[in-house]
């Protein structure tokens, strides 16, 4: 994508104009009460389960603990919305993996236009009720102990209840989208995580209050550490590298016209947070498989890649290489530098002193190639830096609050600031042409 210089407004004047705007009040109101029914739902429970064993089952699960960041604590809660939009999340990773595997799918991506990406959205809502009800299963199977009447019956009705609950869930996100502000999967996935801030805020005042000074110097240094990783987090993921384009000149009749001085902007962090994400479903594997099989050997593996484990350097080691494989994985499906060359030579644009063609398809990779590993760098250290601090602090109450979290917050609040600024422009552009 080709980007010219164009002077955005402030944010001073982006509030105000959101204030007068009118359709974006109505926007922010659906938004809002959209959300606001999402987690209503979440705690209205599916009826005939003893919650206090099966609370007493899952405490400490970190399987449990990495799903419930997806669902707002639907999961452990075992809400109608306990599912919330982890299969529809699923189902598009699916279908990214897939468009870069099959040439029919990656057709309809990028011949078909709209119409083609209409057809890739609605095979992906078709995948997400296939592995809504999968999931479905596995979890009435799972709690089939914890049932008033275990059986065949109680397992269909959890079935359905959750699979119905999940599609319900994926059309409020759609409808978020659509005629509300921001990303709806990507705003469910922040409600979800904001849900359980209050919870932890509340155990580190109360660990704070204790009156020890040496804790009290503890907590405000792991909150030092989590300003500081938020504001790296800012800057990396508006972070671009930007490649200089020199467009072809335009005569008419006897004029002769040069576009505006453009760039290809690529990001420091291709990838976002699923790099971390595929890297901690793969550290959890051993978690869960020795929780359920208790074979001595994925016991063993499991606490090694623990952070509190008896090696935290193998963990963190282990856990560094894997977000550096999946930055490059992910880099690669989404941004294809043959491609763009391509794209750029239809357009009648080169990079200076790069010839087009193939030679501007290396030169393209390199760079991403560079960014990518920097990025992943980066990712690594966020990662693991919430870990160290709080192992050296002691001070547990943000477990499960670290890296996937913080990024997921960052960014799905900069896209969705950044959404809200456009429909600002857009409105004050139509305002202007209407006068």
Do not use: C, H
Request: no cysteine.
């Amino acid at each position: 994508m080709v980007v010219s210089r164009d002077k955005a407004p402030t944010a001073q004047e982006t509030f105000l104009q959101m204030a007068q705007a009118a359709g974006l009040r109505g926007r922010i109101l659906v938004t809002i009460g959209l959300l606001i029914l999402v987690r209503v739902g979440v705690f209205l429970p599916i009826p005939g389960i003893d919650r206090a064993s099966f609370s007493a089952a899952i405490q400490n699960s970190p399987v449990i603990g990495f799903l419930d960041l997806f669902s707002g604590g639907g999961l452990s809660a075992l809400g109608i919305f306990a599912l919330g939009i982890l299969p529809y999340i699923n189902a598009s990773i699916i279908m990214q993996l897939m468009t870069a595997a099959l040439p029919s799918l990656e057709d309809l991506q990028k011949n078909e236009g709209e119409a083609g990406r209409r057809k890739i959205s609605q095979i992906t809502r078709y995948v997400a009720l296939g592995w809504a009800v999968l999931q479905s299963v596995g979890i009435a199977i799972w709690i089939n102990p914890f049932a008033d009447n275990p059986g065949i019956l109680f397992q269909v009705q959890v079935v359905l209840a959750l699979a119905a609950g999940s599609m319900f869930v994926m059309w409020l996100s759609e409808l978020i989208t659509e005629r509300g502000i921001g990303n709806g999967a990507s705003l469910l996935i922040f409600l979800g995580i904001v849900a359980v801030l209050p919870t932890s805020l509340g155990n580190t005042l109360e660990l704070a209050q204790s009156g020890d000074q040496a804790i009290v110097g503890r907590v405000i240094l792991l909150l030092i550490v989590f300003l500081a990783m938020i504001v790296g987090i800012v800057f990396v993921q508006e972070g671009t590298r930007r490649i200089p384009i020199v467009s072809a000149r335009r005569q008419v009749g006897r004029k002769l016209y040069r576009e505006k001085t453009s760039y290809l902007p690529l990001r420091l962090n291709q990838g976002g947070v699923m790099p971390i994400i595929f890297a901690s479903a793969v550290l959890i594997l051993p978690a869960s498989l020795s929780q359920f099989t208790n074979n001595p050997i994925l016991v063993q593996i499991a606490t090694a890649l623990t952070p509190s484990g008896s090696t935290p350097w193998l963990y963190a080691a282990f856990y560094l290489l894997l977000i550096v494989f999946f930055s490059y994985f992910y880099a690669s499906l989404i941004m294809n530098p043959v491609d763009m060359a391509q794209n750029l030579k239809k357009m009648g644009a080169s990079v200076p002193g790069i010839r087009p063609g193939r030679a501007t398809s290396e030169y393209i990779e390199r760079v991403l190639n560079r960014l990518t590993f920097l990025g992943a760098i980066f990712l690594g250290l966020v990662a693991i830096i919430p870990t160290i601090v709080e192992s050296a602090t002691r001070v547990p109450t943000f477990r499960g609050f670290g890296a996937t979290s913080l990024l997921i917050l960052v960014g799905v609040a900069i896209d969705t600031a950044k959404q809200v600024q456009t429909y600002v422009i857009s409105q004050r552009y139509e305002g202007m042409v209407k006068r």
